[in-house]
Nanobody, 122 residues
């Protein structure tokens, strides 16, 4: 069993920054990819950013490119999402997912964290 735990959410003013963390524990079995997804009230879950096992490959939703950066520290089993220049439309529950494929499709993510709330005030 694999557990993912997110942290770092909170309330921030527009233009501010937050850093989310996603730490994996348990039997991950193999090299894995991690992605962040978010879901705002009344909206579909959407892909935000993803990173491969080595960290060499990353990809981002167009809405966050240039503002968010995903990175990982495999020694700590942790993936980070640095969010800068936050906007009110970034307000959502952010969840990390683990997949054994490098993909933006949430259907391919087999383990999920509980989510952390990010609220950006205008």
């Amino acid at each position: 069993q694999v557990q993912l735990v997110e942290s770092g959410g909170g309330l921030v003013q527009a233009g501010g920054s937050l850093r989310l963390s996603c730490t994996a524990s348990g039997h991950t079995f193999s090299r894995y990819c991690i992605a962040w997804f978010r879901q705002a009230p009344g909206k579909e879950r959407e892909f935000v950013a993803g990173i491969s096992w080595t960290g060499v490959m990353t990809n981002y939703a167009d809405s966050v490119k240039g503002r968010f950066t995903i990175s990982r520290d495999n020694a700590k089993n942790t993936v980070y999402l640095q969010m800068n220049s936050l906007k009110p439309e970034d307000t959502a529950v952010y969840s990390c997912g683990l997949s054994y494929q490098y993909t933006t499709s949430h259907d391919e993510y087999v383990y999920w964290g509980q989510g952390t709330q990010v609220t950006v005030s205008s």
